[in-house]
T-cell receptor
Framework: TQLLEQSPQFLSIQEGENLTVYCNSS?????LQWYRQEPGEGPVLLVT?????EVKKLKRLTFQFGDARKDSSLHITAAQPGDTGLYLC?????????????FGPGTSLSVIP | DTGVSQDPRHKITKRGQNVTFRCDPI?????LYWYRQTLGQGPEFLTY????????KSRLLSDRFSAERPKGSFSTLEIQRTEQGDSAMYLC????????????FGAGTRLSVL
């Protein structure tokens, strides 16, 4: 069974601080997505990483896919209150006939003004 | 097209009643997924359609749950004889073939079973 773990589970920081959240698995994924979800809404896609070692930047967010495609990290620089939300990583399974995606439990981020 | 839409956004029902949710995927997407999410957890896979064919069902999808996608466009998820444990957010997502597993989600239907 493929499992994704995320850490930390909860994070509360002051506006302007930097943070990193992690997504780990013992399984290899063909691709990995990061989503942000606000209360009462569906997850919104932030980025997809496909190649081992790949780094993608989205404004103040930097995403990295591990060399072995088993883990990923999300780094936020100078966090703002608008970054508050549940950050979910989702890995796409290898060798399946369809786009089966497994979600981690999420990191709940709260940025305090 | 504005994305995946789900209806209703909220549903409150009494235990034992049947409920049905609808999902309209992004129009050019042939793949459709249903997930269930409880508070503080990530979405859990329920079932998957490619066009009108239901290709996989999770063990989470008990006999009281049924999903359809009769014309390969919109989908419905029905829960019969609802139980309090069914209370959750039900999310629908869609993707297109060859999209590198990128799924786009609707806003979800929040079900509360009293």
């Amino acid at each position: 069974t493929q499992l994704l773990e995320q850490s930390p589970q909860f994070l509360s920081i002051q506006e302007g601080e930097n943070l990193t959240v992690y997504c780990n698995s013992s399984s290899v994924f063909s691709s990995l997505q990061w989503y942000r979800q606000e209360p009462g809404e569906g997850p919104v896609l932030l980025v997809t990483v496909v190649t081992g070692g790949e780094v993608k930047k989205l404004k103040r967010l930097t995403f990295q896919f591990g060399d072995a495609r088993k883990d990923s990290s999300l780094h936020i620089t100078a966090a703002q209150p608008g970054d508050t939300g549940l950050y979910l990583c989702a890995g796409a399974a290898m060798k399946t006939s369809y786009d089966k995606v497994i979600f981690g439990p999420g990191t709940s981020l709260s940025v305090i003004p | 097209d504005t994305g995946v839409s789900q209806d209703p956004r909220h549903k409150i029902t009494k235990r034992g009643q049947n409920v049905t949710f609808r999902c309209d995927p992004i129009s050019e997407h042939n793949r459709l997924y249903w997930y269930r999410q409880t508070l503080g957890q990530g979405p859990e896979f329920l079932t998957y359609f490619q066009n009108e064919a239901q290709l996989e069902k999770s063990r989470l999808l008990s006999d009281r749950f049924s999903a359809e996608r009769p014309k390969g466009s919109f989908s419905t998820l029905e829960i019969q004889r609802t139980e309090q444990g069914d209370s959750a957010m039900y999310l629908c997502a869609s993707s297109s073939r060859g999209s590198k597993n990128i799924q786009y989600f609707g806003a979800g239907t929040r079900l509360s079973v009293l």
